[in-house]
Structures are given as structure tokens and as C-alpha cells.
């Protein structure tokens, strides 16, 4: 059984930053592509960062991108995502997903494809 767990989050001032983890156990993470995807307060659930097979294979929303990397390690099979420049906007849930992908270059963006989710963790940017 695949089971990912997030961890990392926590309350923050406007511009500050911090790195999420995501450990991921029960499979062979090395074939999987990653994502994050994060719920604000009343809103649905939103794509973040995208990462493929390859570490150099990413994808990011544009109202996270150059604030935010995502990366890998598949010795410790975990997801990172590394965010800066916090502002009161990114609050909300963040969650890891992994999906099986038969290509190292493939990212995944649309959440109905990630076949694994982990049960999120909270960020609170205050101004």
C-alpha cells in the first residue's frame, strides 16, 4: 500500500520561507511522478508544482513560479517543495500526490490523474 505523508508547514509572516516534505513509502518511488497541489480557505483544490521521473523534468503554476521549486530525492524517497517569498495568498492545505508515469520526461498537472495523495499539510501566511 502506497502511503505519502507531508510534513513542513506551519505559520508564517509575509516573505519568509520553508521547505514541505513528503515522504513516500509502499512503492517504487523512482517510477512515479509527483505533484503538489494546495487548497486555500473556501476554494477547491489547486495545482502547485509538477515533477517527473527525471529531476530535471518540472512544472509550476504561474502564480508560483520563481517562488517555488519542487525537487526529489529518490534515496529517501521523498518530494520536496521549497517556498519563498511567502504571501498571504499561498495559505492553504498542501498536499503531495504520486502517480505511476511510464516516461522519465512526463509531468502531471490535472489532479485526476495522480493516483496517491497524502493527507496535506496546513501553511498560514499572515501579513
Known amino acids: 500500500q502506497v502511503q505519502l505523508v507531508e510534513s513542513g508547514g506551519g505559520l508564517l509572516r509575509r516573505g519568509e520561507s520553508l521547505r514541505l516534505s513528503c515522504v513516500v513509502s509502499?512503492?517504487?518511488?523512482?517510477?512515479?511522478?509527483l505533484g503538489w497541489f494546495r487548497q486555500p480557505p473556501g476554494k477547491e483544490r489547486e495545482f502547485v508544482a509538477a515533477?517527473?521521473?527525471?529531476?530535471?523534468?518540472?512544472h509550476y503554476a504561474a502564480s508560483v513560479r520563481g517562488r517555488f521549486v519542487i525537487s526529489r530525492d529518490n534515496a529517501k524517497n521523498t518530494v520536496y517543495l521549497q517556498v519563498n517569498s511567502l504571501e498571504p495568498e499561498d495559505t492553504g492545505v498542501y498536499y503531495c500526490?504520486?502517480?505511476?508515469?511510464?516516461?522519465?520526461?512526463?509531468?502531471?498537472?490535472?489532479?485526476?490523474?495522480?493516483?496517491?495523495w497524502g493527507q496535506g499539510t496546513q501553511v498560514t501566511v499572515s501579513s
Open positions: 500526490a504520486a502517480a505511476w508515469a511510464d516516461q522519465e520526461n512526463k509531468f502531471i498537472v490535472y489532479w485526476g490523474k495522480y493516483e496517491f
Open positions: 515533477i517527473g521521473r527525471h529531476y530535471l523534468v518540472t
Open positions: 509502499g512503492g517504487a518511488f523512482g517510477n512515479y511522478a
